[in-house]
């Protein structure tokens, strides 16, 4: 029977990177801005900032003054956006237009520079719809076989001949996730993220752990010696370590880097001028909330799983070829849109109604929703991570699909 699987822990890299398909609502949503926060650095050289102890309560629910008022405007709607802690930009567009665009607070709280519609992020496990699109066009010009079992591609893997790359795009490969499942931090299991980072001895520690590169080589060696989850193709597993394993397939039967690529093969021919899987000077700081905090976080590893970098716009702009599936053949958009059992597809989240995905990394999460009908898209992304900033990005997605009469999805 095909079934679904989560694994959670006390502590996981995926609380940090806010890669699970769904993001908490109902939490708590601060009314203190950034320029009410103090800036210091510690020891390490980490930037942090103290929060407010003191926060409002709301929810991503549609208050019963929002029910009563259907009549709102957009901007009059989405107002709660300037008082919110949200920090980062949000885009909607309807019928190929862009509707409403704006940005929010701080790309850099220590040097004040604020955000704007031209400020790149960090997008997170968004970056997997990208990688599944550079993989298809290998399959499209007969150099890799969607049912090729990995050990033609990665022979070193200790499971390669068991799993096939079509199990690696749709998550039914079994195989264990590295930043998820206990291996990435198993040694800090017992700890909470508050007791983490209350403690300077520990709070430097993770900090290093952070800082190193998860590149294909580190992620080989962390879950080469674990056995597969499940029978691969009979289940449903979340995991970033797969679309690792399919940058480095990329990279070795193209003879490229993956970075390369991705941008000579994908990310310039869709026209997506700030995609990069490096960060430049419009990239803003990432920031994690934790135990009263705002801790610098280091930049993520260009990888296929999580390593994308672009603004708002692009990443619209990105929507619209897939929905007029541009790029690649009708066949391979058809595998990629196809959502199973699990309403997972290659690298996108599938519903009956609309498609998309979320995302995060150290300091960034990200939203991308697009629906049918009405032809809507809804894109979020934040460069401060904290249940407060993550809820108003929440409601914020909530108003909006009440807005244009969609049904709500997070509660």
Known sequence: MFKQKRITGIITLSILLAISITMPAGCSVSNKTTSEQTSDANESGTTTATISETEGTTTAAISETEETTPEKTLDERLAFLDDSD???????????????????????????????????????????????????????????????????????????????????????????????????????????????????????????????????????????????EFEPGSSWDYSNTGYCFISEVIARVSGMSFEDYMMKNVLSPAGLETASFEPDQNTSTGYLAVAGQWIEMPDIEATGDGGLRMTADDLYTWTQVIANQELLSEESWNEILDGGKSGYGFGLEIAEDHWGHNGGTWGFASMEYVYKQPNVVIIAITNKKSESVLEAMNRFINYTLYHFDLPLLLR
């Open 86 to 228: 949200f920090h980062g930009t949000v885009l909607i567009a309807k019928d190929g237009e862009i509707v409403f665009e704006k940005s929010y607070k701080y790309s850099n709280i220590e040097s004040q520079a604020l955000n704007t519609n031209d400020t790149v992020y960090e997008i997170g496990s968004v970056t997997k719809q990208f990688t599944a699109v550079g993989l298809m066009m290998l399959v499209e010009d007969g150099k890799i076989n969607l049912d090729d079992t990995l050990d033609k591609y990665i022979p070193e893997y200790s499971h390669a001949g068991e799993v096939t790359i079509r199990q690696l795009l749709n998550m039914t490969s079994g195989i264990v996730d590295y930043s998820n499942d206990g291996v990435f931090m198993m040694e800090y299991e017992k700890f909470t993220m508050k007791q983490i980072f209350e403690d300077k001895e520990l709070t430097e520690s993770v900090l290093k752990l952070f800082d190193q590169k998860f590149n294909f080589a580190t992620v080989l060696s962390l879950v080469d010696t674990y056995d597969l």
